[in-house]
């Protein structure tokens, strides 16, 4: 998708380098307590925090939206980013994972979403103990879960925009314009 906007990027797991990005990316899907630990074992667990509190933008996705929080239900003996307080919790119904396409309700939060369907691979959802975070919700199997935040420099979506056709496209060109 990057390549598509002919947007310039460095993919990297150095310090050093992530040191000089003015905008983050965390994309991917995986593991909880996978990407905890590869985090922590590279120090990152700590300079994306301290990056995003100092101005850094940032994107997560879907794996990237659920380690900004404390904790999660796949992997309880660890602890997430806590750049935002609140849970990743389990579906208790339903097939799981959620896969395919789902529409979201954008809140009055959000910056860069359309009310529109966006493509969902995943068999967590977030729980933020402030609603002020919510910039979408949706809904799976009769839960309403948020499906995006949005707080300062920090924009996070638990569904994949690279998958999501021409409205994960107008998302990636709004949120890389500002």
């Not at 040191?19 to 994306?48: E, R, T, V, W, Y």
């Not at 910056?111 to 949706?138: M, T, W």
């Not at 949005?150 to 709004?174: C, D, I, M, W």
Request: aromatic share 12%; charged share 25%.
């Amino acid at each position: 998708m990057l390549d598509s906007l002919c947007l310039d990027y460095c993919v990297s797991d150095k310090k050093d380098e992530i040191l000089k990005a003015k905008q983050l990316i965390f994309p991917g899907q995986g593991h909880f307590g996978q990407a905890m630990k590869n985090l922590s074992s590279k120090g990152l667990n700590k300079l994306i925090p301290e990056m995003i509190e100092n101005g850094a933008k940032f994107l997560g996705i879907c794996i990237g939206l659920q380690i900004l929080f404390e904790k999660s239900e796949e992997a309880p003996e660890e602890q997430g980013l806590g750049v935002i307080k609140g849970e990743a919790l389990r579906y208790k119904k339903g097939k799981i994972p959620q896969i395919g396409w789902n529409k979201i309700k954008t809140t009055k939060n959000n910056l860069y979403l359309s009310d529109d369907y966006y493509y969902f691979v995943n068999s967590y959802y977030v729980r933020p103990e402030k609603e002020d975070f919510i910039s979408s919700v949706c809904d799976y199997e009769g839960v309403e879960f948020c499906s995006s935040v949005n707080y300062k420099n920090l924009t996070a979506v638990q569904f994949h925009p690279e998958k999501s056709a021409e409205a994960g496209r107008l998302f990636f060109e709004k949120w890389a314009a500002e």
